[in-house]
């Protein structure tokens, strides 16, 4: 662990490397915004903040349905598999980041009805 000198800097996030662990996730999508961070120290430092839109899934209450069309199963199915796709890549993501960096830190907030994820990741 390294310790910081008093007047030291804070370094900042290797955001590039960060887009490539997340370029799947990128790719189908997401947002990666990189953003500056200033304490009441002064201090400041470069987070990155990933941004990406996940499916809701409503219950399926009771439903009697013909079962050879879409029905409240079938789209309950799909919409749970494309969430797990998305959150198989953010996996992936933090295995290969934290290869790299494994004292970067992670916070994550589910916000607007569960339908947004937000992920910020930190240096340190």
């Known amino acids: 662990m390294k310790i910081r000198k008093f007047n030291e800097a ?7 490397y960060v887009s490539h662990c ?9 947002e990666l915004t990189e953003l500056n961070f200033r304490s009441a120290e002064g201090d400041s430092f470069l987070y990155v903040e990933i ?8 219950k399926i209450g009771e439903s009697k349905e ?12 799909n919409d749970h598999n494309y969430n ?11 295995t290969l980041l934290s290869d790299e960096y494994p004292d970067y830190k992670v916070y994550s907030q589910m916000y607007a009805f569960n339908t947004r994820l ?4 930190y240096p340190f």
């Open 22 to 30: 997340f370029a799947d996730l990128l790719d189908a999508g997401a």
């Open 51 to 58: 941004n990406f839109v996940i499916k809701r899934v409503d």
């Open 118 to 121: 937000r992920i910020n990741i």
């Open 10 to 16: 804070r370094e900042n996030i290797d955001s590039e």
């Open 84 to 94: 797990n796709i998305l959150l198989q890549k953010v996996q992936i993501g933090f």
């Open 66 to 77: 013909f079962i050879s069309r879409r029905n409240k199963l079938t789209d309950y199915i």
